[in-house]
């Protein structure tokens, strides 16, 4: 009778474990979902695009940018804009929940071809254009914007009533502002184009966006200085 006893509770502890082993995974919310977006206006030439797509690629490639992005099963997408009507997704929404996950899509920024030429600046429309995008995500816990610029606006609506939108919707607006001279273009991101808890990081001239790219995803995706 004890020896019976004894086999009906291992019994019962094997079935446990087998249920327990197949049981539907909860799926985690994503830590941050977040767009990237790439000024193709008309002041940007051939190789200043391809300083941006290949500084985006290999920021991608940088070793804690891949173990923080995994950490926290990101979600990015690529968006080229430039004029009113020109916004249009590169790479599509993809989550980052592998090395080799982050690794395709840095190729495929690398490939990405250019989506617009001969066109105005009109930052206030890449915004609403991305404010949209979140709806495909609504798992994640922050959702931000970053915007990428070597110009003030010269076509489009109130950059500053898009960043309020944003502000509203709970979405951060951060920026990298490509100098020439001066920080003019630092000084207008700063005033119309973050949010409140957003920042801006200055790349002067294009060459020194790579390493701006870099510290700047480094630091929206962080939990700790996101």
Not at 117 to 131: H, K, Y
Not at 147 to 157: A, H, I, K, L, R
Request: proline share 3%.
């Amino acid at each position: 009778m004890a020896n019976r006893s004894a086999h009906h509770k291992l019994m019962i502890r094997f079935v446990f474990a087998f249920m327990v082993s197949f049981a539907p995974v909860a799926a985690r919310a994503c830590d941050t979902a977040l767009i990237l977006t790439i000024d193709v206006s008309n002041s940007i030439d051939v190789a200043e695009y391809r300083l941006q797509t290949d500084g985006l690629a290999d920021a991608l490639g940088d070793p804690e940018i891949v173990e923080t992005m995994v950490a926290g099963e990101n979600y990015l997408t690529v968006v080229q804009w430039s004029g009113v009507d020109k916004q249009t997704v590169s790479i599509p929404w993809t989550q980052m929940r592998t090395a080799l996950d982050v690794q395709g899509f840095a190729q495929k920024a690398r490939l990405m071809e250019r989506a617009f030429v001969l066109s105005d600046t009109a930052p206030a429309e890449a915004i609403w254009f991305s404010l949209g995008l979140f709806d495909q995500v609504p798992d994640c816990n922050r959702q931000v914007i970053d915007v990428s610029g070597d110009g003030t606006p010269n076509g489009g609506t109130d950059v500053r009533a898009a960043r309020n939108a944003a502000e509203r919707a709970g979405v951060t607006i951060n920026g990298i502002a490509i100098e020439s001279m001066g920080l003019a273009i630092t000084n207008f991101y700063r005033g119309a184009v973050i949010t409140r808890n957003g920042f801006v990081m200055t790349a002067r001239t294009h060459r020194e966006y790579p390493q701006t790219i870099r510290a700047k995803i480094l630091r929206e995706i962080s939990r700790i200085f996101g």
